[in-house]
Each structure stands twice: as C-alpha cells, then as structure tokens.
T-cell receptor, first 112, second 111 residues
Framework: DVKVTQSSRYLVKRTGEKVFLECVQDMDHENMFWYRQDPGLGLRLIYFSYDVKMKEKGDIPEGYSVSREKKERFSLILESASTNQTSMYLC???????????FGPGTRLTVT | DQQVKQNSPSLSVQEGRISILNCDYTNSMFDYFLWYKKYPAEGPTFLISISSIKDKNEDGRFTVFLNKSAKHLSLHIVPSQPGDSAVYFCAAVNRDDKIIFGKGTRLHILP
C-alpha cells in the first residue's frame, strides 16, 4: 500500500516562529510537491521537486522554502510564520511529473 | 486569472442518479487532465485522468469527457453512491509539466 506521510496532523505555532513540515514517501517517487488548501481557493502549489537537491517554485512560494536532501523526504519551511500562513498543507509525490499524485493526509497549521 | 474553473461550488444529486461535475479551462497548452476526490481531513486521492488526444476515458462508474474545442471537461459518476459525497478537484497539466487545480466542487449524494 503506497504511502505519503506527514509529520503532524495539527500544528499550532506563534507568529515569527520557524516551522518545519516534513513529508516522507515510500514509493521511490522522483517527484514531490507541497500545496496549501484554503476555502474557496482550492489547491495551490507552493514548491515542487523533480529530483534530490532540486527545487522549483510553484505559484505561491513567497514566505516558504523547501529542502530535499533524500529522495523520500521533502520538507517545507516557514522561515518566520505569519497568520496568513494558517492553512491546510498537503504533500504529494508522483512517478511521472505532476500526474497521478499521491497525497498525504495533510497538516492543519494554525499561526497565532 | 483562473486558468482552471469549476463554476459550481456545490452539487446535490439523488443516490442512484448520475452526477456530472464540470470543469472549464482557458489555456490550450494543457494536454493532460485529472480528477481528484477529497474527503474531509484526508488528502486528495486520484480518481481518473485523460490525455488531450482522447475525448473519453472510463473507469468503472467514473467517466471523464473532454471537449477540446469548448475547453471543457466533465466527470460523470453513474450510479451515484453515498460514498461519493466529497469535494472533487479538476486539474490540468501543460506541456511544461505545470499543474493547475480548480477550486473544487462539493458533491452531496442525497438518500
């Protein structure tokens, strides 16, 4: 059974804190993605990676960075959390570009 | 500007009937389309896809239709079941392998 796991289901952080969201996949996929989901806005791509140590900006990268040191792990970093980064964060992986992605369960982050 | 539009935020369908979810796109450079289903508190799951060289793809109760001239695709679910109640996202991939998701349509299957 294929699996994408995210380090936390719920997270509460204070404004200005550095936040790490971790994602691990066990399918040996080359490609990994970070999205955020907000009511009425759907899924918006933050960053993606098509190879280890490689990263590309998505549609809304401002305020975020990523790290991919190993094939199975893709981390999303909020350098200084702000209240407008309160959201559901979803990680995904795929074997073929952005097609047929497998998603993790999501992390609901609240920044107070 | 929204390149992938799901104009109906919600849809209610009687159990056993056909559910039709619609999606419009504006960019003719999209060449691959997907539908995902999402339950509350879970990540989206891939449902069905279609390449731009086809106009129909079927998988069990799910069929996706693509009308390239109208830049429109639709997902048909027949017959609709209670477990189909979820949010459905349409997504499009362009030739540069960039993916754009729609905002989603919440489907309610009524008993």
């Amino acid at each position: 059974d294929v699996k994408v796991t995210q380090s936390s289901r719920y997270l509460v952080k204070r404004t200005g804190e550095k936040v790490f969201l971790e994602c691990v996949q066990d399918m040996d996929h080359e490609n990994m993605f970070w999205y955020r989901q907000d009511p009425g806005l759907g899924l918006r791509l933050i960053y993606f990676s098509y190879d280890v140590k490689m990263k590309e900006k998505g549609d809304i990268p401002e305020g975020y960075s990523v790290s991919r040191e190993k094939k199975e792990r893709f981390s999303l970093i909020l350098e200084s959390a702000s209240t407008n980064q309160t959201s559901m964060y979803l990680c995904a992986s795929s074997a073929q570009g952005p097609r047929e992605q497998y998603f993790g369960p999501g992390t609901r982050l609240t920044v107070t | 500007d929204q390149q992938v539009k799901q104009n109906s935020p919600s849809l209610s369908v009687q159990e056993g009937r056909i559910s039709i979810l619609n999606c419009d796109y504006t960019n003719s450079m999209f060449d691959y389309f997907l539908w995902y289903k999402k339950y509350p508190a879970e990540g989206p799951t891939f449902l069905i896809s279609i390449s731009s060289i086809k106009d129909k793809n079927e998988d069990g109760r799910f069929t996706v239709f693509l009308n390239k001239s109208a830049k429109h695709l639709s997902l048909h679910i027949v017959p609709s079941q209670p477990g189909d109640s979820a949010v459905y996202f349409c997504a499009a991939v362009n030739r540069d392998d960039k993916i754009i998701f729609g905002k989603g349509t919440r489907l309610h299957i009524l008993p």
